[in-house]
Each structure stands twice: as C-alpha cells, then as structure tokens.
C-alpha cells in the first residue's frame, strides 16, 4: 500500500520481442535425443541391443557391397565403476549420508535379506546334490541400488568397404547425413546406424566414439574419435589422423562406451546373433561378453556354412502408384529432366513414352509433353497424383530386391536347429501399395534347443525381428490361420520351427520402434500363409512316409517276435502229422508228403523252421518297401545334405541356382 493507502501498480511486463515468441527449432540428432525410444533406445538394456544390432547390420551392408564374405567380430567389454571413473577422470568417494541412498537398508532389514539369501542358497544346494535344474540366483536391491548404471564397451570390426578418411565425421557426427536414402531395400530402420549409438553415448556417458577405418586401394588406416554436437547436429573431432596399415587389412572397426543391461537382455543379443546366423550363413560371427568375473565370460562362434551369398539389393525408381504429393514435388526439384514428358519416363518405373503420352493427354488441356516440368503449379502436381491413384500400371519386378534364398536359408535353419526335418519355399515377386516384395519361409520339425510349440522367427530384409511378436503378421499366421493338423504336425507336442523373411523395398513396419510387420496389409497375409502352407506340404509327405516306415517296423517286429512259438507250433503239427504218414492211413500231395519225409529224417526241425520263418518275413517287408519306393517314386527317396568347402582364391566358377543347391561349374 502507499502512503495514501491505495494501492501500488505493478509494472507492466515488456511485451517479448518475435524472437523470443518463436517456437525453438530443433536439430534432427536433438530430436532422436529427446525421443530415443523411437529408434530403439528405450533403457539401457535394449540400448545394449540396439547398438549392436546396429554396428552388426552395417558391418554386413558394408561387406556385402564389395561381394565379400562377411567375417564380423562383437564384443561386448563390462565396465566396472571404479574403471568408468578412471575413464572419465572422475576420482571415487566413499559415502558420507548413506541414509540418502536409494539401497540404504535398516538393520533389521538387512538381516532379513541375508537370511532369505541363505535360505535360497541351501535350496538351490539341495537342488543341486538331487540332480535337478538349479537357477541362477537373482541380485538382490541391496547388491546394486536402482540409480548405480552398468557400462559396457561395444567394439565391432568388420572386413567390408570402410570409409573415406574425409568423410567419416560427417558419416557418425551428423544424423540424417547417410548414403541409405533412395528406394532400395536396406537393413536400417530409420537410416541411423551407429550415429544412434553415439547419441546415447553422449547421454549416457559424455565419452567419445572410436572408429578405425581403411579401404582397399588405401595403404594408411584412417582414425578418427568424435563425439556429436547435439543442438547443432555438427561432429566434434577430438582426433582424425591417418595410421600406418602394415596388414593390408580393410573393413572398419567401431568402438563405443554407453550404459546398458547385459542381464535383463542377454537372451535377447544371444537370440539376435543365433537368428542373424540363420538368415546370413554365408557370414562368419564371433561374439564376446568380457566379464569382470572370469566365470560369467561368453565366446560363441557362428561359423559359415556356404560361400553363395545373395545378389546385393538394386536401387530402383519410384512406382507411379506407391509416390505422395510431397514425394511428387521433391522428384520434380530433383530432377534433370526439363519436360513434363521426360520426367514421366525417366523418374518412374513401367512408364514408357507411349503410356506417359496418354496420361498427359489425360491430366487436361493445360498439360502438354513439351512443357516445363519446373513450371508446373501446386494445383497440376495435385492432377498428376489423383491420376497416378487411378490409373492402371503395370506391377513392379521384383529384380531390385535381394531375398536370403531357399538354398541360404535351408543351410541357415539345419545349421543352427539340426531338424529332424526342414522344408522351404521361396514365393514369387508381389506387390502391395506399388512396392515389390518376396515371402521366403522355411518349416522345421524337431531340432536342438527348440521348445515344444510353435517357435517363430520373423525377419525382415534379412534382419530378426524379437520384440512384439504378438501382432506381427507371421505370429498371427501362423497361430491361426495354419490347420497344422490336417499337416500330420501336431501343434502343442512336436517341437515346429517357423521361419518368415519378407524383403522389400519398404517394409510396412507398425509401431514407434518399427519392430513387427502388421497383420493389416492383405497381399503380406496372403503371401506369409501361403509360403507356410508349401512348406506343410513338404513335410506332410515325408511324415506320412516316417509313420508308414514305423508302422513297418512295428509289422515287422511284431512279426518277428511270434516267429519261435509259431515255428514250433507248426513244427508239433507237421510231426503228428508225419505219423499218420508212416501209417498211411492217409495219401497226401507229392510236395506234401516231401516235407512230412523230411521231418520225419529231421531234415526239418524247430530250428530250421524257425529259420525259414524269420527269412519269410524279411523277404515280405522288403517287397512291401520295394512297393512302396515305386509308389512314392525315386524323386521323394531321403536325400542326404552335402556341404562343400569353399574354394580357395584363383579359382574361375559359374554358378547355377536351384531351389535347393547350386551346381558350380570350376574352369
């Protein structure tokens, strides 16, 4: 109040300035900072994941681009805190408030604790002496508190491409600058890479990436260690020198810090390596967990089994039937065609110059052939787009996509499953929304380390699939749309591996993390059911033909097993009757009375009988097998699998593919 009791006016506020009102524009790597669970990292446990599903996914576009046979090494490296500390020059302290923590624990709950460990431990020993499973113990709250993060050094080197020396800050420093854009089936996701991992390295843990590259005309390695500038989306090059290259090595090498969670997703990384051996058996893999503590240390070898790799995806043109109006304008910007005319033919598939002559003649008396593509307003690129959704095209090939291949993926299932049996089909080019796709599947019955049910293993464009496998198409499928009775396949007992590659030039993923294939797109449903359903096929001829072979030898051991009591049965029989011969109280048939002489001088007796007997009974079961054969026909006889060491170098060679084997041709 003033002194003249009214009140005092407050200051008007400034009005703010159009600079300060102006919404803040924020770069591409701060916009997957702040919404990391789009590209994968939603904790540090799939953080783990997805940054070496990543660095392994382009170690292999890296060496497949130069026709080299994959040979990747992952290793993951624990990271102790006192050792993080020294990393970051960070000095260790004790704890002062220990109140002030999240694992603080009273006394009397700390006694708690101790005692239901040592209980669980005497159980698990008792487990253990009667022989039975025994389960890994748990870490307790009060062994690691819900605030103290792991850390994890991911190195992965690889014998592909490698990069430029001048252009690796710009490739890891700076998002969206990458060479995966165009229409060409890829690995990637969102087209990020390992620039993700530095991301969340940069949050993480604040420490630098590492990356070692040489190409192969290059004599010197290139090293560079760069962090990125998240608001300025820009690289931070703390080093980038050329090093001495004595081994002629090429390909790249990657080394990343971050936090993670080797626990909860161990299985995870473990099932993402065993699947990616599956559908790539032509790459080698070595992976390793480096523990502090030597006895929770992990080394697993995937070897290759095949030197056939698949033909490398072909960058292709849009269809006519598959652009937007944004992608429309974009062509038209990028283009270096000057007239309507040439844009149609020369920026499109299946357009030739009759068909694009007709559908200009189409769009209206404003367009012509001859006119400037540049020049065309908003409202005729809108004509052009209504008349590509309406208009009838020819559908796309499916020469541009690059599918695992029946013979790789049959090679991929034996190899790391070793079924009973296996079948696989690979379905022919279709097309959904104007993009080509392919479905590939592979069925198998029995096998190392499978559950009994259905297990499912879904990939696209060559990679796994593990998360949200409830509403991918190939579960749903699978689960039911498949009578796997009416297959001889019983669905809940016998151990079934379902195996499902889609390739595509867009693969139409659901979700943020784009980590299942919806059930929505019906031309993918159709497809995915019906290469199961092939498969099926396959394999219902070779179970009929397995329970036809037990119940033969059933036959046959039931046979064999009444062979003594009914040759001495018969042999009792024929003496009575040999003494009513001698008698001749009876005349029998010249043959007849043949074999009574011959038990009579015991030319015949029980054992030899009992001989006679066992050799009829092989003599039927091979003639009822011999029949069968011809039934069934040679070309469904077993076949063995012949695996063949791969070439050394120098050698010239064709190959010729089939559905299950390449013939290779040695000049």
């Known amino acids: 109040m003033g002194n003249d009791g009214e009140p005092k006016k407050r200051k008007s506020k400034s009005p703010k300035t159009p600079n300060e009102s102006a919404l803040k524009q924020k770069s591409p790597a701060e916009f997957f ?9 939603d904790n540090p ?10 660095l392994v996914e382009n170690s292999l576009d890296s060496a497949e681009s130069i026709s080299e046979l994959p040979v990747v090494e992952i290793t993951i490296e624990e990271i102790g805190k006192s050792k993080f500390n020294s990393m970051i020059g960070l000095v260790d302290r004790e704890r002062v408030d220990t109140k002030l923590y999240d694992d603080y ?8 604790r101790l005692a239901k460990e040592a209980r669980a431990q005497e159980l698990q020993a008792k487990n253990a002496a009667l022989g039975k499973k025994v389960k890994e113990l748990s870490a307790t709250k009060g062994a690691k508190g819900r605030g103290e993060a792991s850390f994890y050094r991911v190195t992965c080197k690889d014998n592909g491409k490698g990069m430029p020396h001048d252009d690796i800050p710009n490739m890891f420093g700076r998002v969206l600058s990458g060479t995966k854009y165009g229409l060409k089936q890829t690995r990637g996701k969102f087209g990020l890479g390992a620039k993700m991992a530095l991301i969340w390295s940069k949050m993480s843990t604040g420490l630098p990436i590492e990356i070692s590259s040489s190409m192969r005309s290059h004599n010197f390695i290139s090293f560079c260690k760069l962090d ?9 090059v703390h080093l980038h020198e050329k090093r001495e290259n004595k081994d002629r090595w090429h390909g790249a090498e990657i080394q990343v810090v971050i936090e993670g969670n080797w626990t909860t997703y161990r299985s995870k990384i473990l099932h993402y390596m065993r699947q990616m051996a599956v559908i790539t058996p032509y790459a080698q893999f070595l992976f390793k967990f480096v523990s502090e503590v030597a006895d929770k240390n992990v080394t697993i070898r995937f070897s290759r089994r095949t030197d056939v790799m698949p033909p490398v995806p072909v960058e292709t043109k849009h269809h006519p ?3 937007d109006l944004l992608l429309i304008k974009g062509l038209i910007a990028e283009t270096s065609k000057g007239t309507l005319l040439q844009f149609l033919q020369h920026e499109f598939v299946n357009i030739g110059k009759s068909l694009a002559e007709r559908l200009i003649g189409e769009m209206g008396p404003e367009f012509s052939p001859k006119m400037a593509v540049k020049s065309l307003t908003s409202q005729q690129i809108v004509r052009i787009h209504q008349l590509f959704r309406q208009a009838k095209f020819d ?31 690979s379905g022919s080019a279709q097309v ?13 019955v029995g096998g190392k380390d499978v559950k009994q049910g259905l297990n499912i293993f879904r990939f696209a464009n060559r990679i796994p699939l593990l998360f949200e496998q409830g509403g991918d198409v190939v579960t749903r499928t699978a689960m039911k749309r498949i009578n796997w ?28 993390g784009k980590e299942y294939i919806g059930d929505d797109t019906k031309e993918i449903a159709s497809a995915v059911k019906s290469a199961i359903q092939q498969c099926c096929i396959q394999l219902k001829s070779k179970i009929v033909r397995r329970i036809q072979y037990r119940e033969q030898q059933e036959r046959k051991r039931n046979l064999s097993k009444y062979v003594p009591d009914a040759s001495y049965a018969v042999y009792d029989v024929l003496k009575e009757i040999s003494k009513f011969h001698a008698s001749k109280k009876r005349r029998y048939e010249e043959e007849e009375e043949d074999v009574l002489r011959k038990v009579q001088s015991r030319s015949i007796t029980k054992e030899t009988l009992k001989e006679m007997l066992a050799q009829y009974v092989e003599k039927v079961d091979y003639e009822m097998a011999l029949e069968y054969a011809t039934q069934s026909g040679m070309n469904e006889e077993p076949r063995e699998a012949i695996y063949i060491q791969a070439l050394e170098d120098g050698y010239n060679f064709t190959d010729l593919h089939s559905s299950n084997f390449v013939f290779r041709f040695i000049q």
């Not at 900072?33 to 990292?41: L, P, T, Y």
């Not at 446990?45 to 990543?54: D, N, Q």
């Open 33 to 41: 900072a702040e919404n990391k669970n789009i590209a994968g990292f």
């Open 45 to 54: 446990g799939k953080s783990l994941y997805t940054t070496v599903r990543e």
């Open 105 to 112: 624990e009273t006394e009397k709950a700390r006694e708690r």
């Open 228 to 236: 990125i500038d998240i608001h300025r989306n820009i690289p931070h």
């Open 321 to 323: 039937s598959s652009v």
């Open 395 to 425: 559908d796309p090939s499916g020469g541009c996509l690059s599918p695992a291949g029946e013979y790789n993926l049959r090679l991929g299932i034996i190899k790391e499953l070793h079924p009973d049996m296996v079948a696989t089909y």
């Open 432 to 444: 959904f929304e104007g993009h080509p796709f392919i479905v590939e599947a592979g069925v198998s």
């Open 485 to 512: 009775s009416s297959y001889k396949i019983n669905q809940t007992q016998d151990k079934i591996g379902v195996f499902v590659s889609i390739v595509s030039t867009k693969i139409p993923f659901k979700g943020t």
